[in-house]
């Protein structure tokens, strides 16, 4: 039972990488928009995906960390397969290169941690693990949404 909930909360195991595992683990959200990226109604799918991901996972952020033996332990990048989508959300289908930029994006934000995403970090159990990196996932919506809108429309950020 143990391997599956690692399999879960490692995100097919992609957590369990002996470097940089948040990095490695926000690979698998890329994976995912770009799975959702041809769908229609785009946003609306990615937040679904978000939502389901943070139930079936806020369970196991007390499991992680005594199995890990540490708070938010690296193993679990579910948190950042969460926010990285929630920084593509915005956009119907991205391309490539929106992908590639929410990437950078968002892992900066993710390591930074703006206000509230460190304070997040403090609150207890699943929501502690999941939440800053929520807030590091809007963060990097706002910071790719508004020079793709207003500053670089013409630059290929959809399919």
Not at 139 to 159: C, E, H
Request: a neutral charge; hydrophobic letters at 55%.
């Amino acid at each position: 039972m143990n391997r599956i909930k690692l399999a879960i909360v490692s995100f097919g195991f992609l957590g369990c990488s002996p470097v940089v595992p948040g990095t490695v683990g926000t690979l698998g959200g890329v994976l995912v928009a770009w799975l959702l990226a041809p769908l229609p109604y785009f946003p609306v799918w990615v937040a679904l995906a978000c939502l389901a991901l943070y139930a079936i996972t806020l369970p196991l952020g007390p499991w992680a960390e005594a199995y890990a033996g540490k708070k938010d332990p690296g193993i679990f990048v579910v948190d950042e397969v969460i926010g990285y989508l929630i920084t593509v959300a915005w956009i119907g289908g991205p391309s490539l290169f929106a992908l590639a930029v929410a990437f950078f994006v968002f892992r900066f934000f993710d390591i930074v941690k703006p206000p509230p995403a460190r304070q997040l970090e403090h609150v207890g159990g699943g929501h502690g693990i999941l939440l800053d990196d929520v807030a590091a996932g809007f963060w990097g919506l706002i910071a790719v949404m508004i020079p793709a809108r207003l500053l670089l429309p013409d630059l290929p950020w959809t399919l």
